[in-house]
């Protein structure tokens, strides 16, 4: 028997197939506009501080009540260079945990002071409640330091000298943020900006260091002008002890 190929009948099998592409193109752009809520985006800006401290006295006397009211070492600013992020987040409710790293054209050169200044480094993170969050810091390049400390040296009656502790290797701090009040968990909105408030504990970094060792240390001139210098050629012995709490000086507070 011949079969009926005339256009009447072609017409049904022609539609069907118009309709097929369409239908995989919805089904298509229904997966990228997933709108489930654990997956709409959250802005997480980064903040970044250095705590001002002064090496309190002998004993822990404070400078002002000892009998050496003239001997003072001080941290009162920083920079710090940031290469890369790494954020690893759990979530709760069964959500889907996140990780990502950053991708920036450039490393970014962060001035720190006693008070917590905003940065350009804002992501996008899926929001949600965390029951957890670990946030790695690769720090310095090729041509940056990763840490810059600078305070004021003061021994005996002499006039002040400034200080600089400068760490020139690469490193990779890897720090646990918390909320306010130091609990563990945290809420990121989509209709709110949370910060990462990232600050560097000087009192942690030289709990190791006292005025015996300040004292001895090397007073070199820089560009015509004395400066107590603290690198791993420079009064050495100072830079380990210091750079030996470094894993252990970063906080992160995320509100």
Same mark, same amino acid.
């Given at each position: 028997?011949?079969?009926?190929?005339?256009?009447?009948?072609?017409?049904?099998?022609?539609?069907?197939?118009?309709?097929?592409?369409?239908?995989?193109?919805?089904?298509?752009?229904?997966?990228?506009?997933?709108?489930? =809520?654990?997956?709409?985006?959250? @802005?997480? $800006?980064?903040? &970044? #501080? !250095?705590?001002?401290?002064?090496?309190?006295? *002998?004993?822990?006397? =404070?400078?002002?009540?000892?009998? @050496?009211? $003239?001997?003072? &070492? #001080? !941290?009162?600013?920083?920079?710090?260079?940031? *290469?890369?992020?790494?954020?690893?987040?759990?979530?709760?409710?069964?959500?889907?945990?996140?990780?990502?790293?950053?991708?920036?054209?450039?490393?970014?050169?962060?001035?720190?002071?006693?008070?917590?200044?905003?940065?350009?480094?804002?992501?996008?993170?899926?929001?949600?409640?965390?029951?957890?969050?670990?946030?790695?810091?690769?720090?310095?390049?090729?041509?940056?330091?990763?840490?810059?400390?600078?305070?004021?040296?003061?021994?005996?009656?002499?006039?002040?000298?400034?200080?600089?502790?400068?760490?020139?290797?690469?490193?990779?701090?890897?720090?646990?943020?918390?909320?306010?009040?130091?609990?563990?968990?945290?809420?990121?909105?989509?209709?709110?900006?949370?910060?990462?408030?990232?600050?560097?504990?000087?009192?942690?970094?030289?709990?190791?260091?006292?005025?015996?060792?300040?004292?001895?240390?090397?007073?070199?001139?820089?560009?015509?002008?004395?400066?107590?210098?603290?690198?791993?050629?420079?009064?050495?012995?100072?830079?380990?002890?210091?750079?030996?709490?470094?894993?252990?000086?970063?906080?992160?507070?995320?509100?």
């Amino acid at each position: 028997m011949q079969k009926d190929f005339s256009p009447d009948r072609q017409k049904p099998v022609e539609a069907l197939l118009a309709i097929i592409p369409l239908m995989l193109i919805f089904l298509s752009c229904e997966q990228l506009l997933d709108t489930a =809520p654990e997956k709409l985006p959250a @802005k997480l $800006q980064f903040e &970044f #501080a !250095i705590q001002e401290y002064e090496l309190p006295g *002998e004993k822990g006397v =404070p400078k002002a009540a000892s009998n @050496k009211s $003239q001997e003072r &070492f #001080a !941290i009162e600013k920083g920079q710090i260079t940031v *290469e890369n992020i790494e954020f690893d987040g759990r979530r709760q409710h069964g959500a889907q945990n996140v990780y990502f790293i950053s991708n920036f054209e450039s490393p970014i050169h962060v001035y720190l002071t006693p008070q917590h200044s905003t940065t350009d480094i804002v992501f996008d993170i899926p929001q949600g409640t965390y029951d957890m969050a670990e946030i790695t810091f690769h720090l310095g390049d090729d041509h940056m330091p990763s840490l810059v400390m600078e305070g004021v040296f003061q021994r005996g009656n002499h006039e002040p000298v400034p200080v600089r502790f400068e760490y020139n290797y690469r490193e990779q701090i890897r720090v646990r943020a918390k909320r306010t009040g130091g609990q563990q968990g945290f809420v990121l909105r989509k209709d709110e900006v949370s910060k990462a408030k990232v600050q560097v504990e000087t009192q942690s970094l030289v709990r190791l260091v006292n005025y015996g060792m300040i004292n001895r240390a090397d007073i070199i001139k820089i560009d015509g002008k004395e400066v107590l210098l603290i690198d791993e050629k420079t009064n050495p012995s100072i830079f380990n002890s210091i750079s030996a709490r470094l894993q252990h000086a970063f906080i992160v507070v995320i509100d």
